[in-house]
């Protein structure tokens, strides 16, 4: 079945920087969309970022050029380079997966398999 497994979240002063990493099993990984998502409490889940299978990015306004998706098929993962953090990026990240179907989509409803999240903290 498939299987994500995020790391890299932590506790960071605003201005910072973290990677995220995603690591995917159970699946055909170069076949599949994927994507970042954060969830803040009291707050409705966002897409952060979204890649294709060929690498094509597409971002929220409120990350763009500050975070930075990449995948690696050769090692089933992804990535979220997250620089200039600020205090509103604080929330819970989550790396979803879908089949590639041609769209690049940020919304999270259209991705059946996600992971346990990695939480993500900015202090000011």
Known sequence: QVQLVESGGGSVQSGGSLRLSCVASGYTYSTYCMGWFRQAPGKEREGVAVIATGGSPRYADSVKGRFTISRDSAKNT???????????????????ARRADGFLSLDGSRFPYWGQGTQVTVSS
């Open 78 to 96: 992804l990535y979220l380079i997250m620089n200039s953090l600020r205090p509103e990026d604080t929330a819970m990240y989550y790396c979803a």
